[in-house]
């Protein structure tokens, strides 16, 4: 099982980015996938999950009606969209998978 992030950098608040989440090495259709983060100082929380087959999606209350999760079977990708970013949304974000799997995470700062 590999899942590798991308996307993440520096964004002005109020801005938006696109998280991606490559999967390898396992059947990808079939499993749900989350998103958490972990800021600086803090423990890693849980952020949103979308389930498959059936794309149901879950949201933590923090984020909801500004992050949307979504997935690309055929491309193995989860996305993460995050609009109006606030600063204290800053944290390294990491893609999930039922079983402990994690990847390295990608950075993302909020910041003028």
């Known amino acids: 099982v590999q899942l590798v992030e991308s996307g993440g950098g520096l964004v002005q608040p109020g801005g938006s980015l696109r998280l991606s989440c490559a999967a390898s090495?396992?059947?990808?259709?079939?499993?749900?996938m989350s998103w958490y983060r972990q800021a600086p100082g803090k423990e890693r929380e849980w952020v949103a999950t979308i389930t498959s087959p059936g794309g149901s999606r879950w949201y933590a209350d923090p984020v909801k009606g500004r992050f949307t999760i979504s997935r690309d079977n055929a491309k193995t990708t989860v996305y993460l969209q995050m609009n109006s970013l606030k600063p204290r949304n800053t944290a390294v974000y990491y893609c999930?998978?039922?079983?402990?799997?994690w990847g390295k995470g990608t950075l993302v700062t909020v910041s003028s």
């Open positions: 090495g396992f059947t990808f259709s079939t499993y749900s």
């Open positions: 999930s998978r039922g079983g402990g799997y």
